[in-house]
């Protein structure tokens, strides 16, 4: 969601702190700010708008060697200059980028206004710059310290002040802070986007950490003041990483990228020996997952659906009863966490908030958990310990593609692997790992299919309204169909599993209605023909994804044919043309396709 960038060191810090806020951009924003110390001054710029409207503002004569820099996403306060970060005291000594939500910023900004503190904003941040400037005087990372002990919330923070600009606080608590560490230069970020273009060696501060960051190094300790030892890792991603490369949108891309990261989440986990795969991540024994007698999946948006896929798999692979349930539900429902359910916990970034609280509960209640995430070194792979790293690379573009496809992907690894612990023959094993290692060709035809696909497109974009639908594995597909229509496209699509059309959902079906209809030519294939004929008989519109073959029983407005593979791993195939529809219908309909309104890419808070 809302990203910061810090730097302090010999350089001038504007150019640094502006590229880092564009490389944040996928993040999704509202509003950018920066901040820069010079001679025991602060000169502060901020806008509503992007990053390019910020540059605009800024005066050529801007200099300094320490700043920090900051773009939006509106939780409190609409979207305006004065709800832009960073936010600074009343004799503007300190100011401060805050990501997260001050959950008692009511109280507090109430006591602060009785103390005679005038406030310039309606956000719940500019609450943490005035109690910082409250504190008794001292050294900043005292002040910073004395402050967060009175605030409940979730933040990750930084703070500069204009009198001593040879220091930067930063704190976490929930939400991602990232030090970067150069040559006598310091680099602080929400994202380690923001950094790769000037180091790969990082830090990640964990939950209660405070950091004192100065050009020649940083010194971690607890909210409470005991010291912590940080050791780097190395950013495995480069800068070419997140280049267009030509395309004209991150989107279409990552789209395109698809069998590549397929390929990567594959490689050396295929054990054609013993036709099972090899999951070093995993860190769990024969025997120890003999133990499992259910699981559990959690995660949110793509993440949830992506989940419902590796249910299914690992249900029909592993006979093993398997769920997925929304994060943002789990937690808040007191769960019951069984010691023979193995939960698993899905994100991207591994920084979704809902999911990590979710983490957090089922460790606190003794619980089995593992993460299936695509950034190393993350908050969630780190809390987890364990799990399935998918390598699928960078995804800058909002909407999710290809690390939704390689988590199915994941899921398929993991379901296979659990199969063959225990009932599934060598025969099935040795089929399943050949479809897997068939996928990143069978996924380059169909990306060949696009000009087709655009076509439908076009059809599609003239609607207000579609509906998407599908039959046991086929639901889910249907589910991240209509998911990323409606993100990306802004058209209200809803999906529905064929069984329940006629429990309801038929009352929506009309000409005007487009329905996308998931038809594996599988032994489902005779009821899912029944829910063409139900659309058709009530003239609705009907554009179906299936296998080739012999043409529909039932006349359709468009037709998408993907390759056959493994029943179990036909719902990995039958969501790229989706992919592909939602983006073309955006095109069309001249959307922003990489930062979708009011989406964001990593969701750090509740």
């Known amino acids: 969601m809302c990203g910061i960038v810090g730097y302090i060191g010999k350089r001038e810090a504007v150019p640094i702190l502006v590229d880092g806020l564009r490389r944040l951009e996928y993040r999704g924003y509202d509003s ?16 509503r708008g992007k990053v390019r409207d910020l540059e605009r503002s800024l005066p050529e004569r801007l200099k300094g060697t320490t700043g920090i820099a900051h773009t939006r996403w509106a939780t409190h306060g609409e979207p305006n200059d004065r709800n832009a970060h960073p936010h600074t005291d009343g004799s503007e000594r300190f100011a401060i ?24 904003s309606d956000t719940d941040s500019e609450v943490l710059v005035h109690l910082i400037a409250a504190m008794p005087a001292g050294s900043l990372e005292d002040r910073v310290r004395g402050a967060l002990r009175l605030v409940t919330g979730t933040y990750g923070l930084a703070v500069l002040d204009a009198e001593r600009p040879e220091a930067i606080i930063v704190a976490r608590n929930g939400s991602p802070v990232v030090l970067g560490i150069g040559e006598r230069e310091m680099f602080i970020a929400s994202d380690p986007a923001a950094l790769v273009r000037h180091t790969q060696s990082v830090v990640h501060l964990d939950d209660g950490e405070i950091a004192v960051v100065r050009a020649d190094g940083f010194e971690t300790s607890t909210l409470d003041g005991g010291a912590t030892a940080k050791k780097p890792s190395t950013i495995a991603w480069t800068v070419e990483s997140f280049d267009m490369e030509g395309y004209s949108h991150y989107m279409r891309k990552e789209i395109a990228e698809q069998p590549d990261s397929i390929r990567r989440t594959l490689s050396g986990r295929l054990d054609n020996r013993f036709h099972t795969t090899h999951i070093g991540g995993l860190e769990m024994a024969a025997r120890e997952l003999l133990e499992i007698r259910r699981v559990k999946i959690l995660g ?51 920084e979704t908030f809902d999911t990590l609280a979710a983490v957090q509960e089922i ?15 993350s908050t969630i792979a780190r809390e987890c310990g364990r799990g399935i790293y998918l390598h699928a690379g960078p995804e800058i573009a909002v909407v999710s593609t290809k690390t939704f496809t390689s988590t199915a992907v994941a899921f398929a690894l993991l379901a296979i692997h659990l199969g063959r612990i225990r009932d599934m023959s060598t025969s099935h094993g040795a089929r399943l790992l050949k479809a897997l290692e068939a996928l990143p060709a069978q996924v380059e035809d169909i990306l060949a299919m696009e000009p087709h696909i655009a076509k439908l497109a076009q059809e599609l974009a003239k609607r207000e309204n579609a509906y998407f639908v599908g039959r046991a594995s086929g639901y889910p597909v249907a589910m991240e169909g209509a998911l ?12 529905y599993p064929a069984s329940e059309l006629k429990h309801g959902p038929l009352a929506l079906i009309s000409p005007e209605t487009p329905t996308v209809v998931i038809i594996p030519r599988d032994d489902l ?33 468009g037709v998408i044919e993907v390759p056959k593979s493994e029943p179990e791993l036909d719902p990995l195939l039958m969501n790229i043309p989706l992919q592909l529809l939602a983006y073309h219908v955006a095109l069309a309909k001249d959307r922003n396709i990489d930062q979708p309104r009011n989406l964001a890419k990593s969701v750090t808070v509740e």
């Not at 950018?32 to 806008?47: M, Q, V």
């Not at 229509?485 to 209200?492: N, Q, T």
């Open 484 to 495: 990323k229509l409606k993100e990306v496209s802004y058209i209200h699509a809803e999906a």
């Open 300 to 350: 949110c948006g793509s993440a949830h659906i992506s989940g419902c896929i590796g249910a299914h798999l690992i249900e029909q692979l592993a006979r093993v009863p398997a769920h997925a349930e929304p994060a943002s539900e789990f937690r808040y429902r007191n769960p019951v966490i069984e010691q023979d359910t193995l939960y698993i916990a899905v994100s991207q970034s591994g």
């Open 97 to 120: 980028v805050h990501n997260g939500i001050v959950e008692n910023a009511a109280q507090l900004r109430a006591k602060l206004q009785a103390s005679g503190v005038t406030f310039h």
């Open 32 to 47: 950018a700010g920066i901040a820069c110390a010079r001679n025991e001054k602060l000169s502060i710029f901020k806008t």
């Open 363 to 377: 460790k606190r209640k003794g619980g089995r958990v593992l993460g299936i995430v695509n950034v190393v070194g």
């Open 525 to 557: 294939f005779a009821k899912n023909v029944s829910t063409l004929e139900e659309i058709r008989a009530r003239s609705g519109p009907l554009y179906a994804i299936t296998h080739s073959g012999e043409p529909l029983p039932v006349a359709v407005n």
